[in-house]
T-cell receptor, first 117, second 110 residues
């Protein structure tokens, strides 16, 4: 039990649709990172939010966007879904001491399985 | 694109055997982490190494960070069936932003 909660756990969407995934970070954490893990691959960094601001982005197109709320929970939004977006989406929660200051342990949620048909 | 190469990709061994998993890159990391992931779950952090040449032990697991901070290894002594899982290394290019390898799938048979 990591204290990081993701919802929904599973969902099926149609190509072209939009999806919102949610993450509640561990209490006391101010940073949320999102990762995409395709079947048989390691997680790929999408972006990170630190104190409600985007704090780094991986190699993902603009149709992947996010938000972090004042309570440090976060959303990942994906527009114009493509078949290749089918994957496990992981949220990782941590405490950063500054935008580029490594804080403490990172905790992952159990992920949201997205299938695009 | 995986910036970190892990080897082997698959490993199937008998309980009691030793094994080593490798994580290599041409890039330098500020830190490197090892995770274990079980089916249907998120990765669980095992260790973080920060200093070149650092060695950390976690019971039967020994982690080493290369002197140049470009590579790492995970050695398991006397593997148990409970060690079965996907082992992932993740390198930090900018402190808290990590890039993962594609993983080593370990199966320990009784």
């Amino acid at each position: 039990e990591t204290g990081v909660t993701q919802s929904p756990t599973h969902l099926i969407k149609t190509r072209g649709q939009q999806v919102t995934l949610r993450c509640s970070s561990q209490s006391g954490h101010n940073t949320v990172s999102w990762y995409q893990q395709a079947l048989g691959q390691g997680p790929q960094f999408i972006f990170q939010y630190y104190r409600e601001e985007e704090n780094g982005r991986g190699n993902f197109p603009p149709r992947f966007s996010g938000l972090q709320f004042p309570n440090y929970s976060s959303e990942l939004n994906v527009n114009a879904l493509e078949l290749d977006d089918s994957a496990l989406y992981l949220c990782a929660s941590s405490l950063l001491l500054g935008p580029n200051l490594f804080g403490n342990t990172i905790y992952f949620g159990e992920g949201s399985w997205l299938t695009v048909v | 694109t995986q910036l970190l190469e892990q080897s082997p990709q698959f490993l199937s061994i008998q309980e009691g055997e030793n094994l080593t998993v490798y994580c290599n890159s041409s890039s330098v990391f500020s830190s490197l982490q090892w995770y274990r992931q079980e089916p249907g779950e998120g990765p669980v952090l095992l260790v973080t190494v920060v200093t070149g040449g650092e060695v950390k032990k976690l019971k039967r697991l020994t982690f080493q960070f290369g002197d140049a901070r470009k590579d790492s290894s995970l050695h398991i002594t006397a593997a148990q069936t409970g060690d079965t899982g996907l082992y992932l290394c993740a390198g930090a290019y900018n402190f808290n932003k990590f890039y993962f390898g594609s993983g080593t799938k370990l199966n320990v048979k009784p």
